[in-house]
């Protein structure tokens, strides 16, 4: 049971540039969210996911697209990445909203110059 | 809208010395309250929780009481250790309302040795 997982550890874009962030559960979770850390900042949600094919918008979800088409899978698009867009990013899922505990991955630092 | 406020760190203390995090929040429903940690390096776990008005959360020496009547949920430890160096985050669901989960900004806490 490996949990969360997120591809890549680490990624360095140039302003302009588009990626995925990948995200992965094992633990059949319907809900999945996507944040971002910044220093000073706390954690902001940029967009979850109640169940395959349902995705809603978070605080922060300008410049992020979102899909949903397995439970397992929850990838995080940057359309045109920009320097404000440099964070940490968690993807993070659990059984349902509201209560339950959330499982997090271990984060993908990026860097956009 | 609903919040979550928690002490600004650092907090340094020496090893077996008390420790108490403050964390207070707005609501307008019925929130659960939770206390997750993030060592360095990884990403957020769930250290402790509380779904209704008095009652306690404890794991790893750490306890917190959900106190309704001064909307708080302070993070406490008697004697805490090296390893317990991390960022602390207060956070809240309220299934009164949209169930998304709010955290604070983190605290961090450094222990000497």
């Known amino acids: 049971n490996a949990g969360v997982t997120q591809t890549p550890k680490f990624q360095v874009l140039k302003t302009g540039q588009s990626m995925t962030l990948q995200c992965a559960q094992d633990?059949?979770?319907?809900?999945m969210s996507w944040y971002r850390q910044d220093p000073g900042m706390g954690l902001r949600l940029i967009h979850y996911?109640?169940?395959?094919?349902?995705?809603d918008q978070g605080e922060v979800p300008n410049g992020y697209n979102v899909s949903r088409s397995t439970t397992e899978d929850f990838p995080l698009r940057l359309l045109s990445a920009a320097p404000s867009q440099t964070s940490v990013y968690f993807c993070?899922?659990?059984?349902?909203?509201?209560?339950?505990?959330?499982?997090f991955g271990p984060g993908t630092r990026l860097t956009v110059t | 809208g609903n919040s979550v406020t928690q002490m600004e760190g650092p907090v340094t203390l020496s090893e077996e010395a008390f420790l108490t995090i403050n964390c207070t929040y707005t609501?307008?429903?019925?929130?659960?309250l939770f206390w997750y940690v993030q060592y360095p390096g990884e990403g957020l776990q769930l250290l402790l929780k509380?779904?209704?008005?008095?009652d306690k959360g404890s794991n790893k020496g750490f306890e917190a009481t959900y106190r309704k009547e001064t909307t708080s949920f302070h993070l406490e430890k008697g004697s805490v250790q090296v390893s317990d160096s991390a960022v602390y985050f207060c956070?809240?669901?309220?299934?009164?309302?949209?169930?998304?989960?709010?955290f604070g900004k983190g605290t961090r806490l450094h222990i000497l040795p």
């Open positions: 993070a899922s659990s059984q349902d909203r509201g209560a339950y505990e959330q499982y």
């Open positions: 633990m059949n979770h319907e809900y």
């Open positions: 996911s109640v169940g395959a094919g349902i995705t």
């Open positions: 609501a307008t429903g019925y929130p659960s």
């Open positions: 509380a779904t209704k008005a008095d």
């Open positions: 956070a809240l669901s309220d299934r009164g309302r949209d169930d998304k989960i709010i």
